[in-house]
């Protein structure tokens, strides 16, 4: 259990400086520690395979390309955008009310009917792919569709400028 | 876990880390003495007898340069990004199965640090994670050339990491296990993987060309076009990590495609040598000959270094995305065809 809090104190501590670091490049860079935090979580949970999947994904694909976006923008102070102070006050507001709606339907939920796992080994790499294309099914693969989906829009826009110099 | 097991197993820690350092160490001096057979020269030939204390003074004179951090360099940045190079590169032999289990008075020891049941995706973990110690240290050294070299090895890992990922699927369809020590076990003998998977092994192969920042794909340190790559502004032992982590990864990967698809520490005949010898003998018989197969497929790099030029960069990008994705999807289509007739006609 003080692993957990450990991880978890880590996790909160890594993630405020992802937003309150100053240098966006640094900021990318505590957001990789997160996930890697995020993925001892899932180590203590016993789920390895989502564990190791957060890990490729996460931290090994989704965020090099983060870090690579950001390496091409030029991070200059004074290309820095400036937003006026009324959008300042307006974005403070609006996270405030986002975190009363949160407390709130956390505090209906309670923490006072945990969730019990039939199956501790659930999380292995044999059951979840058992569970996942017996029962899950058809949620699975339209969720598959949908990033194909995702990704054909994505050359379509990436292509589409093209056309009227061809023709 | 029992003591005589912990004590194995930090041993086996400590010669696996010493074994990867001394082959990348000697690595670089075989580099050498390969780029001269093939270019009809001699090597290097004045240290020690044949040259062979060349590593030794190589890596002095990396420990005693002068060590340059750039005024304009993120100092701390700068210093991580050849740490966990070598961090990422060092940490990925765990899950590699060395041997068969050997005993010793009694007990049975498995010549393996960890065997996780996601061994091969903890592989590619540690691969995908390794293109942050380039990025990071390109970043930080805040110099054009550098940071160019840092995102061309972001984009060409992310790439290629596709291709090697469906090629690797292709394998886990007939293995049906995770487990790297499983996939050793289940190529006993003769059955080795590549037999069944030779277009998967060839696409696993130019991936880990890519992945390993090898000639042909070597553009992040492109010397004609970025002065030194991400490791420009890099000097002393700094840039010596940066080098030796290319070494390390080669060896890693050399012994991740010898245990996928060549076999891991099998041979033929390895149960009569455990009949007409010992089981240990056997053994230890198939830990050297893993490491003939580690060593060929590290000699297999160099050859390709000094054979094949470097590609154009948009020539690397048209080869992983055209030419190895499609050909990996079909692979994976033909495999999973091919064992489903197999399987009905009775094989």
Known sequence: MSTFYFIAFLSIFFSILVISAKNPVHSILYLILTFFTFTIHYILLNAQFLAIVNFIVYMGAILVLFLYTLMLINLNKESEPVKPFMVKIAGVFGGGILAVAVASSLKLIGASNPVLLQNPDLGLVKNLGKVLFNEFLLPFEISSVLLLSAMVGAVLLATKEKEPKAA | ?347
Not at chain 2, 111 to 133: A, E, H, P, W
Not at chain 2, 161 to 172: Q, R, T
Not at chain 2, 248 to 265: C, D, E, K, Q, R
């Open chain 2, 1 to 347: 876990m029992e003591t005589a097991d912990l004590i194995f197993r930090i041993v086996l820690i400590v010669v696996i880390f010493a074994i990867s350092l001394v082959v990348a160490m000697y690595s670089t001096y075989a580099e050498r003495k390969v780029a001269a057979f093939f270019q009809d020269r001699v090597g290097p030939n004045r240290a020690g007898p044949w040259g062979i204390l060349q590593p030794l003074a190589d890596g002095g004179k990396m420990f005693l340069k002068e060590e340059i951090i750039p005024t304009n360099a993120t100092g701390f940045l700068f210093i991580v990004g050849p740490s966990l190079a070598i961090l990422t590169a060092c940490i990925g032999s765990a899950v590699i199965p060395w041997g068969s289990a050997i005993q010793i008075g009694g007990r049975t020891f498995d010549l393996q640090v960890t065997d996780i049941n996601v061994g091969v995706l903890y592989i590619f973990g540690v691969v995908s994670l390794g293109v942050y110690g380039i990025m990071i240290g390109g970043w930080a050294s805040n110099n054009k050339y550098s940071l160019l070299g840092a995102i061309r090895a972001a984009s060409q890992n992310i790439s290629y990491e596709i291709s090697m990922g469906l090629s690797i699927i292709a394998l886990l369809m007939l293995t049906g296990t995770l487990s790297l020590k499983e996939i050793a076990e289940q190529q006993h003998g003769f059955h080795w993987n590549v037999w069944r998977q030779p277009l998967g092994f060839i696409l696993f192969l130019v991936c880990a060309f890519a992945e390993t920042n090898r000639s042909p794909f070597d553009l992040p340190e492109c010397e004609t076009e970025l002065v030194g790559g991400y490791h420009t502004e890099y000097s002393s032992m700094k840039l010596g990590f940066y080098l030796f982590a290319e070494y390390i990864n080669m060896f890693i990967s050399s012994a991740v495609m010898a245990t996928l698809y060549w076999g891991g520490y099998n041979y033929p005949f390895m149960d009569d040598m455990a009949v007409w010898f010992s089981p240990n003998t056997a053994a230890i018989v198939g830990v050297v000959i893993l490491f003939g197969k580690i060593f060929f497929s590290i000699f297999f790099f160099m050859w390709v270094r000094w054979t094949i030029p470097r590609f154009r960069y948009d020539q690397l990008m048209d080869l992983g995305w055209k030419i190895l994705i499609p050909l990996a999807i079909a692979n994976i289509v033909l495999t999973g065809v091919g064992s489903t007739l197999l399987t009905h006609f009775g094989y």
